[in-house]
């Protein structure tokens, strides 16, 4: 896990770089990933959102010592989101 920009709590509209990450900041990322997949389908299991997140996620291009390297796949949210079915009855 490395830098992150997430909500800010200094505002609804405000944004927060966070530049050095660690491992620790795994679970609670995707933990708070899968809450909102849950909003949006609350019939989605954890194994659901897991294949949907690798499906949706995207392959980042990058220069790492004067090497081209891929990262990936890099959650998007937003696909994600996008590609789960309309919200349904709770099962």
Do not use: C
Not at 6 to 15: C, E, F, K, L, W
Not at 30 to 42: E, R
Not at 62 to 70: G, Q
Not at 72 to 83: Q, Y
């Amino acid at each position: 896990m490395a830098s992150r920009t997430t909500a800010s709590p200094t505002g609804v509209n405000d944004y927060a770089f966070y530049g050095p990450g660690g491992a620790s900041w795994t679970v609670p990322y995707a933990a708070s990933a899968y809450a909102l997949a849950a909003q949006a389908d609350p019939n989605i299991t954890p194994d659901q959102f897991w294949l949907l997140a690798v499906k949706t996620g995207r392959r980042i291009q990058m220069e790492s010592h004067s090497r081209a390297a891929s990262v990936g796949p890099v959650l998007d949210m937003e696909a994600l989101i996008k590609a789960l079915p309309p919200k349904g009855p709770v099962k």
